[in-house]
Structure formats: structure tokens, C-alpha cells
């Protein structure tokens, strides 16, 4: 970059007012978490965009800081008074520490403004303050002229409205031009027309939109249409400007829609000329009897004519009868496909459902095309984006269960009781770092209750640590098709970046292979603490569920029970007896495991001065009778609260204390089948009593009732509660020696799954809920959801060289484990459609609420809360010039092996498919591309280990369709290679379900390809990515654009 040494220097020592702010700060440069030096304290002057560090507040400036490309990172922490600039040149960080935390915040808000970006944004909000002072000046300047009257009913300037469908586009008009002037004669045009807006209250022009550019010819037939979506302000006064441009140079134009005066014609930029322009009022166009107008185009003066344009009104609906004829053969060199692009707040789904979809979806981009098919129909494509508001509502309810979960496995630790100097020392280190990692997910949490603005991460944020549980650049892309001759069809499929904990990086692998070193290293610590397989693990936070699960409802159920007695309800007590049954049963279920008995032994070694020995106590004293082991049950709590610690240990004891659990049970079952057989006899012979009588005789009877079962239920209460006790410290020791092993790898990997399930979950859970408001009426469906459950396929883009290889890694076990996430739907009993969240780590439960009417079309099966499984598969290809050098010097076995054993699962989803549902519930099935042929297919490519062999994707994704799936394509950002495989997806389908011409495969691919022409965030338009030159070049064929439409944009 060039500058002026001498005048920076100069700027440098101005007077103190002429800077934005000014003060001391400490600085330094950071690489990663570490601190190149330590920091030094600076006097800093902020001019601008340009930072200025000078040694004292006299000094020459001895560097100069521009603030472009960079961003700032605040730490909103109460004790933290720093901030950290980072740039995206890849520079080291610039640390800077203020002296207090007003401070901090004042100057991380100077800096975030000082450059172009934040310059932007503080213009657009004046632009947005000025509009809302005119509208209210003109509103209140309207009712001092207006008679009193009339001035309560205005509420808006009075306009005509469009007459429109509802949940319609406004207005829509095509484009064309004829018989256009070129600066020299022989000259081929190539142009495009930009489209401005004059609102009749606010006489600014607006750019809006602009169509293709139209190669070759003076008469260009115009293939990308406008719309003006339900919100938007327009009426039959507004006035629309056509403004036709000559390109030269293609790869340096860019359209952007920017607000201009009025009186100012657009610049004519470095890549192309201005021809001519024309403007109309839309009630001209609306009322017109043809619904048709032709301008004459005119230079900017005004004066001389350089051609004309059509304006046709368009109405979809009557498209569908048109020939295409009179296009494939007059202008056979321009795309044949009609595009309109609008912004659409409805039309996601169906008018039933809008209400509870709208609340998961936002801000959706809607473009519309025509489409030849083979026998020259139109068949027409509505094609959606939208984000998700699942994207920070998932992840936050996912982070507080895992407070709530780790709170209380510490309060279990610390429940353990009295253990030996060597386990304490180890308990108390476990703790202590569990606390730092309890308090860094409640930091995380808090961060993410401030956030405001977009519903999703960006790609640019990826490396954020506040955001690392949020998924990369999630949304839902939705392609509507409307055949002349065949059924209309939704296709979704939900694109996301690659579930992977970016923030901490891959320098080690990533999950898949720092999951089998942890493990490995674990099996080596014996000498430090008891080795525990992951699947004994498992059982135990399992059992500790069952737990904190089954003992208060089998509480409730015991209390309800002497309810029952009390009122002397013979039906009553059944049921409550029934329900309490039927929960101890599972409970007792719950313990019959030989983890819990060698748990507690290992815990009893642990105690201090602890003896093992053989029981003292004959074999024979457990064989006492039911009723003196109920009886003396509540003195043996009372005189040992806890396992024996300077005791002799006796093995036998767990079993039974666990079997006095049953005992106590059947106890209270004889004994309610006793009341209710002598209440039968009794009720026999009150029949021939008198009335009065029998009344007395009820009350006294139901007092017996509850006194007689009232101690039988005590006795089960106190056995279950020195149950829980055991069990949940030797549960507890276990997950002690877990935690104690790898401490603190094992805390961070637990970190780092956590972060990668979030953003996996969050997928998940949206690709649920827009398959299940889309499956509504299909009974086929909704069977196969409740009887096999529902495939879930990602398509993972990933090369397996460098860093993407961690990033596979974690993505393959991110989505393996999401089989542990089960789903339910309920009915909703608000307005609050978002989805509930329950359960703990490896085992949730998400519940779907929809609305009454919604609900009702839902099976029995699914309205009484069958739990839904997921059956989630990963197939993996990489397709850029990464994927090459691993090819070629690298190693793929790790998408070789995910992909064989993804196939497995995927076979078994089949097998159990053909086994439960009939054949006819296959909507898209056909003899010669049948399931059975698909999948062998499919196993064939995988084992043929071909370089860059996509066709697996096209295998995997066919078969998911089929299958009534739901469908992800995923890359490291969501962007480039996403938005090539599903653009190719899209007109593959078209091709093979719709009949596309053959002729316009690859126009129909560059038109859904192209970059759309307005000002919009990266990521908003992120299917429509222009790929550049040298992205291109490492994909297969079949995934590159053709080369003349990759500009850059």
C-alpha cells in the first residue's frame, strides 16, 4: 500500500479534538491464545479508519493501524477489560487492554465503527432514520389540511394498491428489447437492463433488481423477470426506470442495488456503457388492456432514441399452457429460462401450516423459473432458501441441559462420602476442573442470550469462540415444481457447514481420531484409577437417568395410591396401582446389571481403612419371610445411611437391598388385593342393610384402608431411597474414575463433542420439522415414521488432506451420534411453535409441538407420543484440488471406511424397511431403477475406490428420496461446493422425474448458478456463489459451470 510518511506523521500530532478518541492502552500482537510480547503501554489516537501507537502522548507515532478487513472481539466477562482486533490477511492479532471495563466497551465500539464496513452500516441506519422522519413529517403535514373527519382514518399517504392473490408476488413483468443502437456498427451487444423504483412518498430512485446479460444480439429476449414480493410497497402511482447497459467486460461488472438522488443517472463503470432508459407508472402497465408496454429507450438527455423495450405483465398461472417453440428457435443463443427473483415472507409450505412453520423459518429468497420440457411444455420451478431460527434456539437449550447435567454429577462427587486420601485428592482435582468448565458453558450461554440480528452463523465467524456451538451458514433450500403433465413435487434439502469444533482447531485430528487415542491412553492409567470401558460408562450415567427419572414418578404413583385409599375408590386404587407397578418393575429392571455390584465394591476399596472379608451373616437370613423384612427394613436405614466403612464388607448385601425393592412391592399388591376382595364381599351384604348404615360402614372402612397401607408404602419408599443411595455413589465412582483418567483431555473432548453434536443436532432438528409439515398428509409416510423411523443422509464434501480431514473426522461422530436422539410430536398449547428439548448427554428426546388441527392428522400411534427413532447415514467424496493431493500423496482410508460403514447402516435401514412397510408405500419407486439395484450400486462405487467418484452421492441421495428421507449436503462452509452439488441435485431431478429438455441441462444449471445482482449478505445468497477460476479447477467435470458464466462477482 502507498502513503505519505511525512503527512500520517503530520496527522499524528494534530490537536487532540481532531481525533474520534484517544487514551492509553496496553498492546500487543497475539498468534492463536498466545502473546508474542508482553503488553506495552500506549498512547493511541483513532482518526478515521487508521489507529495510531505512540510511546507517550508528545512521541512521534511509531505504528500506524489501519482498521479494514479486520473485526473486533470483545470479552464481555465483568473481570476482562481487553479487546482483540483480528484481520482477515491472516496478520497476528492486536491485543489492546484498557484500563477499565467502561473503557474496554467504549473503545471496542470506536474501533468496530472506524472502518468502511462500520461507515456502511451507520449510513444505512441514517438512511433508515430520514425515511421514518419523512414518513411521519408527511403524515402529520397531511393532517393539518385535512378536515377532522378524516383525519383519525389516515394512517398511511393514500395510494392505489395492486390487486393481488394472496401470499402472491405483487407484480411481476419479463423484458425484452428491440432494434438497439450500438456505439459502432459492427459491434455485438451484449446488455442487461438494471431496474429502478421512484416511490410516489419519497421521490428517491432505488435500484432494485437487473436481469441477465444477454450476449450477441440488438433484439435480446430477457429470461430474468421481476418481482415485487407481498411486502413490498408498491402501487399504481409508483414509477419503475429500465436503464439498458452494454457490457464490455464482463468479469469486472458487478450490479449492486444502492440508493441514489432522484436527478442522478448511475455511473458508467469500468466493464460497461450506458445505451439508453425509460420509465412507465405501474397502474399503466396493471391497467393496460394487452398488459403489455412499449418504451421507446432514450440516451440521458433525453433526446435521441436508441431502441425499444417490452414490458409484458406476467401471471404464472398462465404459463403453463404457452408453446416454447417461438423461443428454442428465434433466439437458440440465449438461456431458455424465466427467472424472477424476490424476497417472500410466505409460501414455505401451505397455508395450513404457515403459522408454526414460519416460526423455524426467516427471511426466505424466492426465484422462480421456466423450464422447457421434452415435448416443448413450460414447467414451472420455484425455488427457496430460507434460514432457520433453530440455529441459536437449539443450541442454547442444549447448553443449559448441559449445565444442568454437569451441576449435578459434581453434587454426586461430592455426595460420595468419605474416601481414602488418594481418591479424595482425586475427587477434589476432578471437581475443581469440572467447575472451570461448568462456568465456561454458562459464559457461553450468557454470550449467546445477547445475540441479536441474523439467525445464523456466517462463515466468517466460524472461528469464534462465543459462536462455536452455533452451525455454519444453515438453511433450508427448497425446490417446487410445477409440470404441465405430472404431479407437482417439493425436493428440500437443508444445507449447513460441516459440523466440526473450528474454534479449537485440528491440529491433533479431529473427534473420530482423538476418541481412539483417549481411549487407547486410558487403558494405561490402571495404577492411578479403576479402567472402565466406554460401554460400562454408558450403562452407569444410564442407570443414574433411570434414577433421577423413575424415583419421583414412583413417589407420585405411591401417593396417589393412598389418595386412593383414603377416598376408598376401588378404580382409583387399581390404576394407581397398576402405574406404581409397573414404574418399580422398571426400576428394579434398571439394577440388574453386575456394574452396579463391582461398583460398589470398587467404592468400598476406596473407603478408608475399608476390610474385605466374606459376610458373616448365615446364607439363610435373606430367606426370611416377606413381612420381617418389611418390618425391620426402616431400622436398618436408620442404623447405616451409607455403604459400611470401617466394616467388614459383605458382598451379598446389595442383593438384597435391591430385592427388598420387590418384596416391599408385592406386599402392597396383597395387600390392595385383599382390600378389594373383602370390599366385594362387604358391598354384597350392605345391599341388605339400611342406607344409614352403610354410610358409617364406608367411612370406617376407607380409614382401615389407608392405615393399612400406609406403612406397606413407607417401607417400599425407605427400601427405594437406600436403592438410590447405593446406586447412585457407585455409579458416581465410576464416572469419578472416567473423569480422574484423562483429566483434562477427557473434559475437552467432552467440550468438543458437545460442540459438534450441537450444530449437528440443530440440523437435525430443522430437517425434521420442515419433513414432518411437508409429510402431513401422506398416511405412507407417516407409518413409515412411526414403525421404522426416519433416514436421515448427509452429504459430506470434505477432502480428507489437512485440516478438512479433522473436520471429517469430527462431522462422522458428530452425526453418529445423533442415532441416540429420539423425537416426539406434541400438541401445542401456545403460539410458541419451537421445539422443546429433554433429556441428557447421549440420550434427548426433542418435542415437536404443532397446532390442534395439525396434530389431528397425525396417527394414534404418534398422537400418544411414540418416541420417533433417527436413523442418521454419512457418504463422504471430496471434490476439490485438496482431495487431489490426498489422492495422489495423501491418504483417503478415512472416508473409505466411513463410507463402508455408513453403508452398512444404511442396509440395515432397508432391511428393516421391506420387513415393516409395504412395497406400495414407496411414492417414487420404479421395476428398473428399483432400491434393491440402487443400493448394490451404491456398494459397488464404494468398494471400486474410484478418485473423486461422485456418483456416490447421486447413489446415496436417489435412495434417501426414495426412501422418504431427509436430505444435507454439507462442505467445510456451506458455499462453493454446496451450492455446485445441489444446483446440479436440482437439474438432475428435473432432467430425471421432469422431463427437462435435454437441450437445456446446462443452460437450466448456469441459470440456478448465476449470482444474483443486489446487495445482500455472503452468506444470504450463498447457493448462488459465483465459483471462481482457480475453486473450480480440483472439481470433478460434471461440477463446473461452464467457464464463461464463472465471473467474479
Not at 436481469?211 to 433484439?219: A, P
Not at 468479469?251 to 460497461?272: C, F
Not at 456503457?273 to 388492456?289: E, H, N, Q, W
Not at 495422489?888 to 455408513?902: M, V
Request: glycine share 4%; charged share 25%; hydrophobic share 35%.
Amino acid at each position: 500500500m502507498r502513503f505519505n510518511a511525512k503527512d500520517l506523521a503530520l496527522l499524528a500530532r494534530q490537536p487532540s479534538g481532531c481525533f474520534d478518541k484517544e487514551g492509553k492502552l496496553k498492546i500487543c500482537r497475539v498468534v492463536g491464545d498466545e502473546k508474542l510480547i508482553e503488553p506495552k503501554e500506549r498512547w493511541c489516537r483513532l482518526k478515521g479508519n487508521l489507529l495510531f501507537l505512540m510511546k507517550n502522548k508528545s512521541s512521534d507515532a511509531s505504528e500506524v493501524v489501519i482498521l479494514e478487513r479486520c473485526w473486533v472481539v470483545e470479552f464481555k466477562s465483568k473481570a476482562d477489560v481487553s479487546i482483540v482486533l483480528k484481520f482477515q490477511s491472516g496478520e497476528p492479532d492486536l491485543y489492546l487492554e484498557a484500563a477499565s471495563k467502561p473503557d474496554c466497551e467504549s473503545w471496542a465500539v470506536a474501533l468496530g465503527e472506524a472502518n468502511s464496513e462500520g461507515l456502511r452500516h451507520k449510513i444505512q441506519q441514517l438512511r433508515r432514520l430520514i425515511m421514518e422522519i419523512k414518513e411521519e413529517r408527511s403524515a402529520d403535514e397531511a393532517r393539518q389540511f385535512l378536515p377532522p373527519s378524516q383525519v383519525d382514518s389516515l394512517g398511511e399517504p393514500q395510494f392505489t394498491s395492486i390487486q393481488r392473490i394472496a401470499n402472491e408476488p405483487k407484480l411481476e413483468f419479463s423484458l425484452a428489447c428491440k432494434d438497439l443502437v450500438a456505439a459502432t456498427r459492427d459491434r455485438k451487444l451484449n446488455t442487461f437492463i438494471q431496474v429502478s423504483v421512484v416511490h410516489p412518498a419519497e421521490h428517491i430512485l432505488t435500484r432494485y433488481s437487473s436481469t441477465e446479460i444477454v450476449e450477441g444480439t440488438r433484439d435480446p429476449l430477457f429470461l430474468t423477470g421481476v418481482t415485487f414480493p407481498p411486502e413490498y410497497p408498491i402501487y399504481e402511482e409508483t414509477k419503475i426506470k429500465l436503464t439498458v447497459y452494454d457490457v464490455k467486460d464482463k468479469s469486472q461488472d458487478t450490479v449492486r442495488t444502492s440508493v441514489l438522488p432522484d436527478h442522478k443517472e448511475p455511473r458508467a463503470d469500468v466493464g460497461r456503457s450506458f445505451l439508453g432508459c425509460a420509465t412507465f407508472r405501474v397502474g399503466d402497465l396493471v391497467k393496460s388492456k394487452e398488459q403489455q408496454l412499449t418504451l421507446t429507450l432514450r440516451t440521458s438527455d433525453g433526446g435521441k432514441a436508441v431502441g425499444t423495450i417490452e414490458v409484458n405483465l406476467v401471471k404464472m398461472g398462465e404459463l403453463e399452457d404457452g408453446e416454447t417453440d417461438h423461443i428454442t428457435t428465434d433466439t437458440q443463443d440465449q438461456k431458455c429460462a424465466l427467472v424472477r427473483e424476490c424476497m417472500a415472507t410466505e409460501g414455505i409450505s401451505g397455508k395450513d401450516n404457515l403459522p408454526s412453520l414460519n416460526a423455524v423459518l426467516k427471511n426466505p429468497i424466492c426465484k422462480l423459473y421456466r423450464f422447457p420440457t421434452s415435448d416443448n411444455k413450460w414447467m414451472r420451478i420455484r425455488e427457496q432458501m430460507a434460514e432457520t431460527t433453530l440455529s441459536f434456539h437449539v443450541p442454547k437449550e442444549l447448553i443449559n441441559l448441559h449445565i444442568k447435567e454437569d451441576m449435578r454429577r459434581n453434587q454426586e462427587l461430592k455426595d460420595l462420602g468419605e474416601l481414602a486420601p488418594h481418591w479424595d485428592n482425586m475427587r477434589k482435582s476432578v471437581i475443581a476442573h469440572c467447575d472451570q468448565m461448568l462456568s465456561m458453558y454458562q459464559d457461553t450461554l450468557a454470550e449467546l442470550g445477547k445475540h441479536t440480528g441474523s439467525s445464523f452463523k456466517s462463515s466468517c465467524s466460524k472461528g469464534e469462540k462465543t459462536l462455536e456451538f452455533i452451525p455454519i451458514n444453515l438453511h433450508l433450500q427448497r425446490m417446487h415444481v410445477h409440470s404441465p403433465r405430472l404431479k407437482d413435487a417439493l425436493y428440500d434439502v437443508i444445507t449447513v457447514g460441516a459440523p466440526a469444533a473450528h474454534f479449537q482447531g485440528f491440529k491433533n485430528g479431529g473427534l473420530r481420531k482423538l476418541l481412539s487415542k483417549f481411549e487407547a491412553e486410558r487403558r494405561n492409567t490402571g495404577y492411578q484409577c479403576i479402567y472402565y470401558s466406554p460401554e460400562n460408562t454408558a450403562k452407569a450415567k444410564e442407570v443414574l437417568s433411570n434414577i433421577n427419572h423413575l424415583q419421583p414418578l414412583i413417589s407420585s404413583h405411591a401417593d396417589l395410591l393412598l389418595s386412593s385409599a383414603s377416598q376408598r375408590s376401588p378404580d382409583s386404587l387399581k390404576n394407581s396401582l397398576k402405574m406404581l407397578s409397573e414404574k418399580t418393575e422398571l426400576f428394579v429392571h434398571a439394577f440388574k446389571d453386575q456394574l452396579v455390584r463391582s461398583a460398589l465394591l470398587a467404592l468400598y476399596t476406596a473407603r478408608p481403612g475399608c476390610v474385605l472379608k466374606k459376610p458373616a451373616v448365615p446364607r439363610n437370613s435373606a430367606e426370611e419371610g416377606g413381612d420381617s423384612q418389611h418390618q425391620d427394613h426402616p431400622s436398618q436405614i436408620k442404623r447405616q445411611d451409607s455403604i459400611p466403612h470401617h466394616s467388614e464388607y459383605d458382598e451379598e448385601e446389595w442383593d438384597r437391598v435391591w430385592a427388598n425393592v420387590a418384596k416391599s412391592l408385592n406386599c402392597v399388591i396383597a395387600m390392595v388385593d385383599r382390600l378389594l376382595e373383602k370390599d366385594n364381599i362387604s358391598s354384597i351384604k350392605e345391599d341388605q342393610n339400611d342406607p344409614s348404615t352403610a354410610d358409617c360402614k364406608v367411612l370406617h372402612t376407607g380409614g382401615d384402608w389407608y392405615e393399612q397401607l400406609y406403612p406397606l408404602v413407607i417401607t417400599l419408599k425407605d427400601c427405594m431411597g437406600e436403592v438410590v443411595t447405593r446406586a447412585k455413589q457407585s455409579m458416581a465412582f465410576v464416572l469419578l474414575q472416567e473423569l480422574a483418567c484423562g483429566l483434562p483431555q477427557c473434559l475437552m473432548l467432552t467440550l468438543r463433542r458437545d460442540i459438534v453434536f450441537s450444530q449437528a443436532l440443530t440440523g437435525l432438528v430443522c430437517g425434521f420439522i420442515i419433513k414432518l409439515h411437508t409429510g402431513l398428509h401422506d398416511q405412507g409416510f407417516l407409518q413409515q415414521l412411526h414403525t421404522v423411523g426416519l433416514l436421515v443422509q448427509y452429504e459430506g464434501l470434505l477432502s480428507t488432506y489437512s485440516e478438512e480431514a479433522g473436520m471429517l473426522e469430527d462431522m462422522a461422530v458428530g452425526i453418529s451420534d445423533l442415532q441416540k436422539v429420539m423425537f416426539k410430536v406434541i400438541e401445542a398449547k401456545s403460539e410458541d411453535f419451537l421445539p422443546i428439548i429433554t433429556g441428557r448427554r447421549e440420550h434427548y428426546i426433542i418435542e415437536v409441538q404443532l397446532p390442534a388441527k395439525m396434530f389431528e392428522l397425525l396417527p394414534q400411534e404418534i398422537k400418544e407420543g411414540k418416541l420417533l427413532r433417527m436413523y442418521p447415514v454419512l457418504f463422504n467424496v471430496g471434490i476439490n484440488e485438496q482431495q487431489t493431493l490426498a489422492e495422489r500423496f495423501g491418504d483417503t482410508t478415512l472416508q473409505e471406511n466411513i463410507n463402508q460403514e455408513n453403508l452398512e447402516l444404511l442396509k440395515e435401514y432397508y432391511k428393516l424397511f421391506t420387513e415393516k412397510m409395504p412395497p406400495d408405500c414407496l411414492p417414487h419407486f420404479q421395476e428398473q431403477n428399483d432400491l434393491k439395484g440402487l443400493l448394490e450400486n451404491l456398494h459397488q462405487n464404494i468398494q471400486a475406490k474410484r478418485r473423486k467418484n461422485v456418483e456416490i452421492m447421486w447413489l446415496a441421495a436417489t435412495i434417501c428420496r426414495k426412501l422418504n428421507g431427509v436430505r444435507f449436503t454439507c462442505c467445510k462452509s456451506a458455499k462453493d461446493r454446496t451450492s455446485m452439488s445441489v444446483t446440479l441435485e436440482q437439474c438432475s431431478i428435473l432432467r430425471d422425474e421432469h422431463q427437462l429438455h435435454k437441450d437445456f441441462f446446462i443452460r437450466a444449471l448456469d441459470c440456478m448458478r448465476r449470482m444474483p445482482h443486489r446487495e445482500c449478505t455472503e452468506e444470504c445468497q450463498m447457493q448462488k456463489v459465483c465459483i471462481q477460476h482457480d475453486t473450480a479447477d480440483g472439481f470433478p467435470k460434471v461440477l463446473q459451470t461452464s467457464r464463461r458464466d464463472i465471473w467474479k462477482s
